[in-house]
């Protein structure tokens, strides 16, 4: 064999030569580009690691601790951070094209899954652009109520409605997965990747023929006040293409009433609300028949799909990289590949609960869930209302993290396809997360256990992960995940007291701390405006003694707080303001 090894020749030996310096030429680019970003990258992260001082332990664990709620020093990463990732995603999203050469992939062809994508429906005889069955894998259902069974409350509604504008809309306005790159990112790997690189998607780029890739019901009560109803209207203008409002007082799902939008409960309510001519928005012919359409295709492939429900209330937000995160886990964690086909070869899969990492990779991969519970394990409070007159701050912030604890914004139950509603453990949410992860954890890798309701021989509490401590989970990235207003238009009064005071205090350091998220932070995570923020605090210092009087009337109503504390905390503030501004001025009969 070395006796047929001979030297290259001369003429051999340049080529080569020659050949070396060309491809060293060409990869010199793309190594400059690469040292670019990671310096550019290093920098950053420099510049976050000391911008914001902070104290205490900011990897503290929603497992260990107290009963008791743990004050957070948190950095939050800058916008910088997000210009980084903004380019970065760009960057991947053209090689990705320039791979696939402008080819699609093929799409699922098994029963059930052979017309999920907007390119495989069905439109139907004479050209009609309206698909006949769900586009996507999954549906996301995002639930809010709006003074229910309070629509009488003009003041509180008033305050509230001001909430829902500065602080609910724009997150939900800003989430990402409504951009096409950030959506292909979510897809990547299924069979969905094709139709997304060829441009049928849903969301800022908007073509009729796909669906929302998640739907925001609100739920107001049906003798809301006229003028309240005209102003939501119009404020939910900008986001109709994938915006409900309808009148009804009855609530499906989590923590609420058993049933949902997996059993059809959810839907049908939505459904007979057409029917009753109790759909408030969108109201115009062509769109409101759209969303009929709409609603009828997510009912009918209830069984057949994903299926994602989240809880927001009107005056809370989530984090504008919330979905993407919900959505990607839910199509890795609860789509069996086994018998599914959903994902590409070449997909490859991983695993972000660090916290709940057990065993090898291998092992995660293997297991499936047939429902999960995702709650925000970090969350900003806001605490805007004060009587003490008009300010140039919006108030008061703080970041914290409740152990064992499910807060309300972002909650979301995942239900894999064969699911039933009677196969998942329902509980309120503050008691949720410790009831599953604790109570009722599974530590064998069967479906066994010594207590608990028994469904068609199954516990209720098995998911199918194991320990099943992992069927309840913190979501930790995006690394604060929810925005909560405390004010006195809230109904529960958690972590407020008299005039609108936080409970926990704080010192000037954590003062200073919460001035820079005001600067730099909330509206890169939460599209919030500091100056609309502002706005929404004096406008409720306006309406102040109007609005609190509105919500003790409006305690203790159906599917409404009735904790005593509430009541005494808004009496107490209203005798407050009475006493220094010399009692209520009480007119005269007849005028």
């Known amino acids: ?33 690469a040292v670019f970003v990671v310096a550019y990258g290093c920098l950053a992260w420099t510049f976050l690691a000391t911008s914001l001082h902070h104290r205490g332990d900011d990897n503290a664990d929603g497992h260990r ?31 990705r094209r320039q791979r696939m050469g402008g080819v699609k992939v093929n799409m699922p062809e098994k029963e059930n899954h052979s017309r999920l994508s907007p390119e495989a429906v069905d439109r139907g005889g004479g050209g009609d652009p309206t698909p006949s069955v769900w586009s996507w894998p999954m549906i996301h259902i995002v639930s809010t109520r709006f003074m229910q069974g309070q629509g009488t409350l003009v003041n509180l509604a008033k305050s509230r409605l001001k909430l829902l504008e500065v602080i609910t809309l724009p997150s939900l306005m800003g989430q990402t997965v409504l951009d096409p790159i950030v959506l292909s990112e979510v897809y ?37 006040d006229v003028g309240i109803l005209n102003e939501l209207r119009a404020m939910l203008k900008p986001v109709e293409r994938f915006t409900l409002v309808i009148g009804s007082n009855t609530n499906y799902g989590i923590g609420i009433k058993p049933g949902g939008w997996r059993g059809g409960e959810a839907s049908m309510d939505v459904l007979n609300a057409y029917d009753d001519g109790r759909v408030y928005f969108p109201i115009d012919d062509d769109d409101g028949d759209r969303s009929h359409r709409m609603i009828r295709r997510a009912h009918e492939a209830r069984d057949d799909r994903v299926v994602l429900e989240t809880r927001l209330d009107a005056d809370d937000a989530v984090n504008v990289d919330y979905f993407v995160t919900l959505q990607r886990r839910a199509l890795r964690t609860l789509v069996d590949r086994s018998i599914s086909n959903y994902y590409d070869d070449r997909v490859n899969d991983y695993d972000d609960y660090d916290e709940n990492d057990r065993g090898s990779d291998e092992y995660e991969r293997s297991q499936t869930a047939r429902w999960l519970y995702w709650c925000p394990k970090t969350h900003v ?23 064992y604890t499910c807060i309300t914004p972002g909650l979301t139950l995942g239900f894999a396809v064969g699911t039933r509603e009677k196969d998942v453990p329902r509980y309120p949410h503050d008691k949720l997360f410790w009831e599953l992860t604790v109570n009722h954890n599974i530590t064998g890798t069967r479906n066994k256990a010594s207590a608990g309701e028994v469904v068609d021989g199954n516990d209720v509490h098995d998911c199918g992960l194991y320990p099943s401590s992992r069927c309840a989970v913190y979501v930790q990235h995006p690394r604060v ?19 609108g005071k936080p409970s926990l205090a704080t010192d000037d350091a954590y003062d200073a701390f919460a001035s820079r998220l005001w600067e730099h932070t909330i509206k890169d995570h939460f599209g919030i405006e500091t100056e609309r923020a502002m706005e929404a605090a004096n406008f409720l210092h306006a309406n102040y003694l109007g609005t609190i009087r509105d919500n003790l009337r409006g305690q203790c109503n159906h599917g409404h707080s009735c ?5 005494e905390k808004l009496q107490c503030t209203i005798d407050v303001l009475e006493e220094e501004s010399g009692g209520v001025q009480v007119r005269p009969r007849g005028r």
């Open 188 to 224: 990547e790997g299924t069979k969905w990747e094709g139709a997304l690189d060829g441009g049928q998607h849903h969301g800022r780029n908007v073509i009729d023929v796909s669906d929302p890739v998640f739907i925001w019901i609100i739920k107001v009560d049906p003798n809301l």
């Open 1 to 33: 064999m070395c006796a047929s090894i001979r030297p290259l020749s001369t003429t051999s030996a340049k080529q080569v030569a020659f050949d070396r310096r060309r491809t060293s030429s060409k990869a010199l680019p793309v190594i400059m580009l």
């Open 381 to 403: 409070q806001w605490n805007p209302s004060s009587s003490d007159g008009a300010s140039d701050s919006p108030g008061m912030l703080q970041v914290l993290q409740i152990p």
């Open 481 to 499: 995940s929810a925005f909560r207003s405390r004010s006195l238009t809230s109904a529960g009064m958690n972590n407020i007291e008299t005039r």
């Open 563 to 567: 904790k005593i504390s509430s009541i």
């Open 65 to 95: 601790g107290g009963a008791r709620q743990d004050e957070l020093r948190l950095p939050i990463p800058l916008s910088t951070v997000r210009n980084i990732e903004a380019v970065s995603r760009q960057l991947l999203y053209n090689h």
